[in-house]
T-cell receptor, first 115, second 114 residues
Protein backbone atom coordinates (compact mmCIF):
# COMPACT_ATOMS: atom_id res chain seq x y z
CA UNK A 1 0.00 0.00 0.00
CA UNK A 2 1.10 3.49 -0.72
CA UNK A 3 2.05 5.78 2.13
CA UNK A 4 3.02 9.43 2.41
CA UNK A 5 5.20 10.75 5.20
CA UNK A 6 5.72 14.34 6.23
CA UNK A 7 8.35 14.30 8.90
CA UNK A 8 8.02 17.93 9.99
CA UNK A 9 4.80 18.53 11.97
CA UNK A 10 5.65 22.22 12.38
CA UNK A 11 7.97 24.68 10.73
CA UNK A 12 8.49 28.40 10.78
CA UNK A 13 10.08 30.90 8.44
CA UNK A 14 10.78 34.61 8.46
CA UNK A 15 8.88 36.72 6.02
CA UNK A 16 10.75 37.02 2.70
CA UNK A 17 12.92 34.01 3.47
CA UNK A 18 12.85 30.56 1.86
CA UNK A 19 11.58 27.39 3.47
CA UNK A 20 11.49 23.77 2.33
CA UNK A 21 8.88 21.27 3.44
CA UNK A 22 9.72 17.59 3.19
CA UNK A 23 7.64 14.73 1.89
CA UNK A 24 8.53 11.13 1.19
CA UNK A 25 6.30 8.43 -0.16
CA UNK A 26 6.33 4.74 -0.72
CA UNK A 27 4.91 3.06 -3.80
CA UNK A 28 5.62 0.26 -6.21
CA UNK A 29 3.83 2.07 -9.01
CA UNK A 30 5.71 3.81 -11.80
CA UNK A 31 2.95 6.12 -12.97
CA UNK A 32 1.50 8.48 -10.42
CA UNK A 33 1.00 12.10 -9.44
CA UNK A 34 2.13 14.09 -6.46
CA UNK A 35 0.52 17.19 -5.04
CA UNK A 36 0.99 19.81 -2.42
CA UNK A 37 -2.18 21.26 -0.98
CA UNK A 38 -2.42 24.24 1.34
CA UNK A 39 -5.04 24.53 4.05
CA UNK A 40 -5.19 27.98 5.66
CA UNK A 41 -7.16 28.68 8.86
CA UNK A 42 -10.32 28.91 6.78
CA UNK A 43 -9.84 25.13 6.27
CA UNK A 44 -10.31 25.41 2.51
CA UNK A 45 -8.11 22.92 0.65
CA UNK A 46 -6.15 24.74 -2.03
CA UNK A 47 -3.99 23.10 -4.66
CA UNK A 48 -0.49 24.57 -4.61
CA UNK A 49 1.42 22.49 -7.13
CA UNK A 50 1.43 19.10 -8.78
CA UNK A 51 4.04 16.84 -10.35
CA UNK A 52 3.64 14.00 -12.82
CA UNK A 53 5.96 11.12 -12.01
CA UNK A 54 6.92 10.63 -15.64
CA UNK A 55 8.27 14.17 -15.89
CA UNK A 56 11.85 14.71 -14.85
CA UNK A 57 11.48 18.48 -14.74
CA UNK A 58 10.50 19.86 -11.38
CA UNK A 59 7.18 21.70 -11.28
CA UNK A 60 7.14 25.42 -10.51
CA UNK A 61 4.28 27.78 -9.73
CA UNK A 62 5.44 31.32 -9.06
CA UNK A 63 7.13 31.26 -5.63
CA UNK A 64 6.45 27.57 -5.15
CA UNK A 65 8.66 24.86 -6.58
CA UNK A 66 9.28 21.22 -5.90
CA UNK A 67 12.33 19.00 -5.77
CA UNK A 68 11.12 15.67 -7.11
CA UNK A 69 13.53 12.80 -6.64
CA UNK A 70 11.76 9.74 -8.07
CA UNK A 71 14.40 7.18 -7.15
CA UNK A 72 14.54 8.45 -3.60
CA UNK A 73 10.74 8.82 -3.49
CA UNK A 74 11.08 12.33 -2.23
CA UNK A 75 8.91 15.33 -3.08
CA UNK A 76 9.83 18.49 -1.19
CA UNK A 77 8.17 21.88 -1.53
CA UNK A 78 10.20 25.07 -1.59
CA UNK A 79 8.50 28.36 -0.83
CA UNK A 80 10.55 31.38 -1.82
CA UNK A 81 10.05 34.95 -0.59
CA UNK A 82 7.64 33.71 2.08
CA UNK A 83 4.62 35.87 2.74
CA UNK A 84 2.33 36.11 5.75
CA UNK A 85 -0.43 34.60 3.67
CA UNK A 86 1.61 31.44 3.21
CA UNK A 87 0.95 30.51 6.82
CA UNK A 88 -1.11 27.35 6.65
CA UNK A 89 -1.09 23.60 6.98
CA UNK A 90 0.58 22.00 3.98
CA UNK A 91 -0.33 18.51 2.88
CA UNK A 92 1.60 16.30 0.53
CA UNK A 93 -0.56 13.84 -1.41
CA UNK A 94 -0.04 10.90 -3.74
CA UNK A 95 -2.37 9.81 -6.48
CA UNK A 96 -2.02 6.64 -8.45
CA UNK A 97 -2.71 7.02 -12.16
CA UNK A 98 -5.87 5.39 -13.44
CA UNK A 99 -9.51 5.41 -12.53
CA UNK A 100 -9.22 4.53 -8.86
CA UNK A 101 -8.14 7.96 -7.78
CA UNK A 102 -7.88 7.91 -4.08
CA UNK A 103 -5.51 10.54 -2.78
CA UNK A 104 -3.12 9.28 -0.14
CA UNK A 105 -2.31 12.07 2.30
CA UNK A 106 0.50 12.91 4.61
CA UNK A 107 -0.36 14.21 8.06
CA UNK A 108 0.62 17.74 7.17
CA UNK A 109 3.16 20.36 8.13
CA UNK A 110 2.01 23.47 9.92
CA UNK A 111 3.92 26.46 8.57
CA UNK A 112 4.16 29.69 10.53
CA UNK A 113 5.46 32.84 8.85
CA UNK A 114 7.02 35.36 11.20
CA UNK A 115 6.95 39.06 10.32
CA UNK B 1 -12.52 29.59 -6.23
CA UNK B 2 -12.06 25.95 -7.20
CA UNK B 3 -15.44 25.69 -8.93
CA UNK B 4 -16.62 22.94 -6.59
CA UNK B 5 -19.66 24.01 -4.60
CA UNK B 6 -20.72 22.48 -1.32
CA UNK B 7 -23.80 23.12 0.78
CA UNK B 8 -24.42 23.71 3.57
CA UNK B 9 -21.22 25.34 4.79
CA UNK B 10 -22.11 24.79 8.41
CA UNK B 11 -24.51 22.38 10.06
CA UNK B 12 -25.28 21.64 13.68
CA UNK B 13 -27.43 18.67 14.51
CA UNK B 14 -28.18 16.28 17.34
CA UNK B 15 -27.02 12.75 17.84
CA UNK B 16 -29.18 10.18 16.13
CA UNK B 17 -30.21 12.54 13.38
CA UNK B 18 -29.65 12.31 9.64
CA UNK B 19 -28.16 14.97 7.37
CA UNK B 20 -27.45 15.34 3.69
CA UNK B 21 -24.47 17.18 2.29
CA UNK B 22 -24.59 18.35 -1.28
CA UNK B 23 -21.86 18.88 -3.83
CA UNK B 24 -21.78 20.32 -7.32
CA UNK B 25 -18.55 19.47 -9.15
CA UNK B 26 -16.65 21.77 -11.44
CA UNK B 27 -18.23 22.18 -14.83
CA UNK B 28 -17.23 19.22 -16.99
CA UNK B 29 -15.86 17.09 -14.15
CA UNK B 30 -17.22 13.56 -14.08
CA UNK B 31 -15.57 12.32 -10.90
CA UNK B 32 -16.69 13.29 -7.43
CA UNK B 33 -14.91 12.38 -4.21
CA UNK B 34 -15.88 12.72 -0.57
CA UNK B 35 -13.34 13.17 2.18
CA UNK B 36 -13.70 13.54 5.92
CA UNK B 37 -11.31 15.65 7.94
CA UNK B 38 -11.52 15.40 11.69
CA UNK B 39 -9.20 17.09 14.15
CA UNK B 40 -7.52 13.93 15.31
CA UNK B 41 -7.49 11.81 12.16
CA UNK B 42 -6.50 14.01 9.28
CA UNK B 43 -8.00 13.49 5.86
CA UNK B 44 -9.84 10.27 5.21
CA UNK B 45 -11.10 9.21 1.80
CA UNK B 46 -14.71 8.11 1.94
CA UNK B 47 -15.93 7.35 -1.56
CA UNK B 48 -15.54 8.18 -5.25
CA UNK B 49 -18.10 8.33 -8.03
CA UNK B 50 -17.43 8.53 -11.71
CA UNK B 51 -20.22 9.52 -14.05
CA UNK B 52 -22.88 8.23 -11.70
CA UNK B 53 -21.23 4.98 -10.70
CA UNK B 54 -19.39 4.17 -7.52
CA UNK B 55 -15.73 3.74 -8.42
CA UNK B 56 -13.82 3.45 -5.16
CA UNK B 57 -14.65 3.09 -1.52
CA UNK B 58 -12.57 4.09 1.42
CA UNK B 59 -13.19 4.30 5.13
CA UNK B 60 -16.89 5.00 4.82
CA UNK B 61 -19.12 3.83 7.64
CA UNK B 62 -22.23 1.79 6.93
CA UNK B 63 -24.27 4.65 8.40
CA UNK B 64 -23.02 6.82 5.56
CA UNK B 65 -24.05 6.59 1.95
CA UNK B 66 -23.55 8.64 -1.17
CA UNK B 67 -24.74 8.89 -4.71
CA UNK B 68 -24.04 10.84 -7.85
CA UNK B 69 -26.99 11.97 -9.89
CA UNK B 70 -27.38 12.22 -13.69
CA UNK B 71 -26.58 15.93 -13.55
CA UNK B 72 -23.32 14.88 -11.80
CA UNK B 73 -24.02 16.53 -8.48
CA UNK B 74 -23.49 14.31 -5.49
CA UNK B 75 -24.96 13.89 -2.05
CA UNK B 76 -23.46 12.38 1.05
CA UNK B 77 -26.01 11.08 3.53
CA UNK B 78 -24.99 10.67 7.14
CA UNK B 79 -27.42 8.88 9.45
CA UNK B 80 -27.64 7.87 13.11
CA UNK B 81 -25.14 10.59 13.78
CA UNK B 82 -22.69 10.27 16.63
CA UNK B 83 -20.53 12.86 18.34
CA UNK B 84 -17.50 11.42 16.58
CA UNK B 85 -18.98 12.23 13.20
CA UNK B 86 -18.30 15.90 13.83
CA UNK B 87 -15.84 16.87 11.12
CA UNK B 88 -15.22 18.87 8.00
CA UNK B 89 -16.54 17.01 4.97
CA UNK B 90 -14.93 17.84 1.68
CA UNK B 91 -16.22 17.19 -1.76
CA UNK B 92 -13.75 17.22 -4.62
CA UNK B 93 -13.96 16.71 -8.33
CA UNK B 94 -11.71 15.92 -11.23
CA UNK B 95 -11.86 15.46 -14.95
CA UNK B 96 -11.50 12.21 -16.83
CA UNK B 97 -8.30 10.15 -16.54
CA UNK B 98 -7.01 11.50 -19.82
CA UNK B 99 -6.87 15.11 -18.83
CA UNK B 100 -4.94 16.20 -15.83
CA UNK B 101 -5.83 14.10 -12.84
CA UNK B 102 -5.83 17.14 -10.62
CA UNK B 103 -8.44 16.98 -7.88
CA UNK B 104 -10.05 20.24 -6.85
CA UNK B 105 -11.71 20.66 -3.49
CA UNK B 106 -14.77 22.54 -2.39
CA UNK B 107 -14.74 24.69 0.72
CA UNK B 108 -16.13 21.90 2.85
CA UNK B 109 -19.19 21.41 5.01
CA UNK B 110 -18.65 21.76 8.72
CA UNK B 111 -20.75 19.25 10.62
CA UNK B 112 -21.11 19.55 14.35
CA UNK B 113 -23.02 16.83 16.17
CA UNK B 114 -24.18 17.79 19.65
Amino acid sequence: AQTVTQSQPEMSVQEAETVTLSCTYDTSESDYYLFWYKQPPSRQMILVIRQEAYKQQNATENRFSVNFQKAAKSFSLKISDSQLGDAAMYFCAYLRAGNNRKLIWGLGTSLAVNP
Amino acid sequence: DSGVTQTPKHLITATGQRVTLRCSPRSGDLSVYWYQQSLDQGLQFLIQYYNGEERAKGNILERFSAQQFPDLHSELNLSSLELGDSALYFCASSTTPTSGNTIYFGEGSWLTVV
